[in-house]
C-alpha cells in the first residue's frame, strides 16, 4: 500500500531542511563546491553520528562522510553544553548553552554536517548514567532521539561514546545507552505513536561504536582486539576544498572556542575504527549493504542519468552551462511519487541550480530590531550572473500578507535594488531562543512544539521568499531578513534581524545582597526597543521588603533611548532570600523582559528577554578588610559579586603586578583557570608568593593540571587531579573545625553549605604537603572522601590558599554560605590593627 505522509509532514521537511546561515551573507559557492554539490545529488545515504556535548563530537570523521563519502551527515548533541566552563567570558549556564550552540553550528558549517539536538540540559558534570537519569526525563530524551531519527532517516548510526565507565561522563554513558535504545524504538509504531501524524517509523541499518585505543587498558590490549574493528582511513585529501579531512576537522574543531578546542590540521593517513553494537553487522565498509544510489527511488533512473550527464558535461569556468539539464532532472524527479529522498533531493537539487547560476537574493533590514507594529525598512538586492533565463514574480514576506509582484527579468549581471517598507503583526513573537521560553527543569528545556524539537536555534523571525522562473521552471526561494552594516576595519558584518518587545528593564545585578541591614540602592535601566515610549516603572518586592520611590514614570522618545532608574530597597530584620521584578507598565499593559545581548566575533550576535528578577538577601556576614585585587582567569563573575558585600575590588592589568602595588591589598584572588590561561603567570608567580611572604592572602580558584603555565603553582608541593564532587547536596565535613578559615570573623556550620547549585567543587588536589591544612571533606555517593578542596598553607608572613570549591558559581547565585566562607578567606590573617584591614561588623 502507498504510503501518505500529511501536509504537516511536508511543511516540517521543509522546516528541517532550512538553511542554518541565518546571520551569514548570502552562501556564494565557487565552481568546485558547485561541482561537488552537483556529485552529492546522487548519493542517496545518510548518517547520524551521536554523543552527549558540543565538542565530543569527532570533526575529523564527520567532514570525511560529508565531504569524500558525499552522505547526508548529522550530529545529535543531546545536550547545548549549558553546564561546562566558559574561557572565553563570563557566561555560564543558559548563556553558555547558547555560545555552544552557535559554536556547533558553525562547526557544521565548517565540516558540512547537519546539528540537532533534545531537550536535555547539561546540569554539569555527572560521574555515572544513574545520576543522570534522576535529573534528565530519561524518557522524553529517548524521545527526542527517536524523533530526530526518524526525521533524518540515517542509514548507519555512530556514537563517540561506549555505555559503560570508559565513557568517563554520565553524560556520556547515558547517550551510548540511549542511542542503543533509539536505534530499536525508532522502528516500533507502538513507542512514541504520537510523532507518527509527522514522520513515519525508520530503521537504521546499523549501530557502530566510534572507539580507538583510547577504549583500551593498553596498546596490547587494543593491538589483540582491534582486529575485529572497522577501521577507515578518514585522513585523505579533497581536491575540490584543496584541504585534507583533518585539515578540515581542525577548522571546525577550532570553532569549540570556548572550551579552548583550538586544533591544529593533519595531513595524511589518518584511521578511525567502529566497533559494531546493534542491527546487521558490516564485514568491511560502514554503508555495507546500503542501497545509496538513486536505485532506492522507484522510477529514478532519469534523474540519475541527467544528473550524471549534468557531472560530466560541468564546466568550472561556466557553471550554469549545467542548468537546463538540471531543470530537467527537477522535472523529472517531480513526476515520482511522494518519498523522503524525493524531497531531500528536490531541495538539494534547487540549491545547486541556484549555486550554477550566481543567483544573489539577499534582503537586510535597516535597523537589527523592531518591536511587533513596527514598520521594517528592508533593502532587497537580486542579480543573476549567468546568461540562464530568469524571471522575478514576486517577492513576499512571511509577517505580511501582500506579496510585491515585479514581473522583472533578472539579466545577467545587471542587480535589482529597491528598497521597501514592511509592517510587523501586533502578535509576532519575540526571538527569545524556544527552548527558553517557558520555565524548565534541572535536568529539561520545556519545549511544547514537538516539531521545534531537536532544531538548533528558531527559525530566522523574518523571511522573504522570491517567487522565481528559471529557465521556465517555477521555483521558491525563501531566504531570511538580516542586518547588514559595513564596519570600517572588518567591512560587511552581518547580524540576525530579531523581534523585541517594544520596552526593556534590565536589573544592573542578577543578585543583590544585603549584608548589613542597610537599603541598597537597585538600579534599573529602561531601554524603548521602539519610538515614543511612556509608562511607569516599578520594583515587585515580597512581603517584608520595601522601596522607595514606590513607582516611577519613564518617557523615551528615541528607539534605543535609555532611563536609569534607582530605588531605594529596604530588607527585613531577619536573614531571607527572596526575589524581586522589574516591571514597566506601558498602555496598560506590563512588561518584564530584560535585553542580553551575546557578542563574540566568531559567532553570529545572539539576543535574549530574560526575565527582569534578581534574587535579594538578606545576610548575616562580618568581614575583615576592605580592598582585594583580582586577577581575572577564565573568566567569572566574582569580582562583581564582591562588590555586592561592600569590597574595593581592582581588577589587575600587567603593569600592576608588582610587589609595590599588590601590598596595598588585603588579598589577591586568581579567577578560575588563571594558571592556565593568563601566559604570563610564570611572570607574576614570584611577585604573588612574594606578597604572600609579607603578609598577603593569595586565594587560588581552580585550575587543571592541562597545559599549566608554571612548573609549581603553589610555594610547596600540590597534585591537581580530576576528583569533583559533582552532587551540590553532598554533605560537606569540617575536617578542621578550629581553624580560623572556618572561625574568624563568621562562625561556619554545615548550614552554610546548604543551597549550593550545580555541585559542590571540581579538579580538587589529590596529593599535597604537609604544610598545607584541608579544612573541608566531601564526596559524592560511593565515592572516598575529597579533602582537597580547600587547603590552606602560611608562607612567610601570610596565607596561600587554594579552593577546588566552586565559588564561580556560588557567589553569583547568591548562595549566602558561599559568601560568608569566602569572606573569611579574605579576611585570614587579618585583625582590627592591620590598616586597612579594619574589622567591619555588617551583621
Known amino acids: 500500500m502507498k504510503k501518505t505522509y500529511p501536509i504537516l509532514f511536508l511543511a516540517l521537511l521543509l522546516l528541517w531542511r532550512l538553511p542554518i546561515l541565518h546571520a551569514q551573507a548570502p552562501a556564494q559557492a565557487s565552481a568546485a563546491k558547485v561541482l561537488q554539490d552537483l556529485q552529492k545529488l546522487n548519493v542517496l545515504g545518510s548518517v547520524l553520528y551521536v554523543a552527549a556535548h558540543p565538542d565530543d563530537e569527532n570533526t575529523r570523521l564527520i567532514a570525511y562522510l560529508a565531504n569524500e563519502g558525499l552522505y547526508n551527515t548529522g550530529y545529535l548533541a543531546i545536550t547545548r553544553g549549558d553546564g561546562g566552563q566558559n574561557l572565553i567570558g563570563p557566561e555560564i549556564r543558559e548563556g553558555l548553552g547558547i555560545i555552544r550552540t552557535q559554536e556547533l553550528l558553525q562547526a557544521r558549517r565548517t565540516d558540512g554536517g547537519h546539528q540537532f539536538f533534545t531537550r536535555a540540559n547539561d546540569f554539569g558534570y555527572s560521574k555515572n548514567p544513574e545520576e543522570t537519569f534522576t535529573i534528565w526525563d530519561r524518557e522524553q530524551v529517548l524521545a527526542d532521539m527517536v524523533w530526530t531519527i526518524r526525521k533524518f532517516r540515517p542509514d548507519v548510526m555512530i556514537t563517540r561514546f561506549p555505555p559503560d565507565e570508559r565513557a568517563g561522563h554520565g553524560h556520556h554513558t547515558a547517550s551510548a545507552i540511549l542511542a542503543e535504545e533509539a536505534f530499536k524504538a525508532a522502528a516500533d509504531p507502538k513507542r512514541f505513536a504520537e510523532q507518527l501524524q509527522y514522520v513515519a517509523v525508520w530503521q537504521p541499518k546499523r549501530l557502530l561504536w566510534n572507539t580507538g585505543v583510547w577504549s583500551f587498558a593498553s596498546q596490547e590490549e587494543f593491538e589483540k582486539y582491534g582486529k575485529e574493528l572497522m577501521k577507515m582511513d578518514v585522513g585523505g585529501y579533497n581536491p575540490l576544498l584543496g584541504k585534507s579531512y583533518g585539515e578540515i576537522a581542525a577548522e571546525s574543531r577550532s570553532m569549540h572556542k570556548s572550551q579552548g578546542f583550538g586544533a591544529s590540521g593533519s595531513r595524511g593517513t589518518s584511521i578511525e575504527y567502529l566497533q559494531h553494537t546493534a ?81 544573489y537574493l539577499e534582503v537586510t533590514a535597516s535597523d537589527y530590531a523592531a518591536a511587533p507594529g513596527q514598520s521594517v525598512r528592508l533593502q532587497v538586492e537580486a542579480i543573476n550572473r549567468s546568461a540562464t533565463p530568469v524571471l522575478l514574480q514576486r517577492v513576499g514576506y512571511s509577517f505580511a500578507s501582500a506579496d510585491t509582484t515585479l514581473g522583472y527579468t533578472l539579466k545577467n549581471n545587471e542587480p535589482l535594488t529597491y528598497g521597501t517598507s514592511q509592517t510587523l503583526p501586533q502578535r509576532m513573537a519575540y526571538s527569545q531562543p524556544y527552548w527558553l521560553r517557558k520555565q524548565g527543569s534541572l535536568g529539561m528545556f520545556a519545549v511544547a512544539d514537538q516539531q521545534q524539537v531537536g532544531r538548533p536555534e528558531n527559525a530566522p523571525a523574518a523571511q522573504a521568499t522570491f517567487a522565481l522562473q528559471v529557465a521556465g521552471e517555477p521555483l521558491q526561494v525563501t531566504v531570511p531578513v538580516v542586518y547588514k552594516r559595513t564596519d570600517p576595519v572588518e567591512g560587511e558584518v552581518y547580524r540576525p534581524f530579531v523581534v523585541t518587545p517594544p520596552v526593556f528593564v534590565n536589573l544592573k545585578e542578577q543578585v543583590y545582597m544585603f549584608a548589613n541591614g542597610e537599603p541598597k540602592q537597585v538600579q534599573v535601566l529602561v531601554k524603548a526597543g521602539k519610538q515614543n515610549v511612556a509608562g511607569e516603572l516599578k520594583l515587585e518586592l515580597p512581603k517584608g521588603w520595601r522601596t522607595e520611590p514606590s513607582a516611577v514614570p519613564f518617557e523615551l522618545a528615541a528607539k534605543g533611548a535609555e532611563q536609569r532608574v534607582n530605588f531605594m530597597v529596604y530588607p527585613p530584620k531577619k536573614q531571607q532570600d527572596a526575589q524581586l521584578k522589574a516591571v514597566a507598565t506601558v498602555e496598560g499593559k506590563a512588561y518584564t523582559k530584560g535585553l542580553s545581548e551575546i557578542r563574540y566575533s ?100 581552580y585550575n587543571t593540571n592541562h597545559s599549566l603555565q608554571v612548573p609549581r603553582l603553589a610555594p610547596y608541593p600540590l597534585q591537581l587531579s580530576r576528583d569533583r564532587v559533582t552532587v551540590e547536596e553532598a554533605e560537606v565535613r569540617l575536617l578542621a573545625p578550629s581553624h580560623p578559615v572556618l572561625n574568624t570573623p563568621n562562625k561556619i556550620t554545615k ?42 598553607a602560611p608562607y612567610g608572613e601570610g596565607n596561600f590558599i587554594y579552593t577546588g570549591y566552586s565559588f564561580f558559581r556560588e557567589l553569583p547565585a547568591g548562595v549566602p554560605g558561599a559568601y560568608r566562607l569566602f569572606a573569611n578567606l579574605i579576611s585570614l590573617g587579618k585583625n582590627n590593627a592591620s590598616g586597612s584591614a579594619a574589622e567591619s561588623s555588617i551583621k
Not at 308 to 330: M, W
Not at 340 to 348: F, G, M, N, P, S
Not at 636 to 649: C, E, F, R
Not at 770 to 789: H, K, M, V, W
Request: no cysteine.
Open 602 to 701: 566568531h559567532i553570529p550576535a545572539q539576543v535574549t528577554f530574560p526575565e527582569a528578577t534578581a534574587r535579594i538577601v538578606k545576610l548575616d556576614l562580618q568581614k575583615r578588610g576592605d580592598k582585594v585585587a583580582y586577577l581575572m582567569g577564565a573568566g567569572d563573575d566574582i569580582p562583581a559579586s564582591l562588590q555586592q558585600i561592600g569590597y574595593q575590588v581592582t581588577l589587575l592589568q600587567d603593569n600592576d603586578m608588582r610587589l609595590s602595588y599588590l601590598r596595598q591589598f588585603d588579598a589577591v584572588i586568581l579567577g578560575v583557570r588563571a594558571y592556565n590561561t593568563v601566559d604570563r603567570m610564570r611572570f607574576y608567580q614570584p611577585v604573588l608568593l612574594d606578597y604572600v611572604k609579607q603578609g598577603g592572602n593569595l586565594i587560588v580558584q
Open 279 to 359: 542491527g546487521e553487522k558490516a564485514r568491511q565498509e560502514l554503508f555495507e549493504d546500503v542501497n545509496t544510489t538513486w536505485g532506492r527511488v522507484k522510477g529514478a533512473e532519469k534523474v540519475q542519468q541527467l544528473i550524471r550527464e549534468a557531472i560530466q558535461g560541468f564546466n568550472p569556468t561556466a557553471p550554469a552551462a549545467v542548468v537546463p539539464t538540471l531543470v530537467a532532472a527537477k522535472k523529472e524527479l517531480e513526476k515520482l511519487p511522494d518519498s523522503y529522498w524525493k524531497r531531500v533531493k528536490l531541495e538539494e537539487l534547487q540549491d545547486v541550480l541556484l549555486e550554477s547560476m550566481g543567483l
Open 751 to 792: 548550614k552554610d553549605f546548604e543551597g549550593w547549585v550545580q555541585e559542590r567543587g571540581l579538579y580538587f588536589p589529590s596529593e599535597w604537603a604537609e604544610e598545607f591544612t584541608p579544612i573541608l571533606s566531601s564526596n559524592d555517593p560511593g565515592e572516598p572522601a575529597r579533602d582537597g578542596g580547600l587547603l590552606v
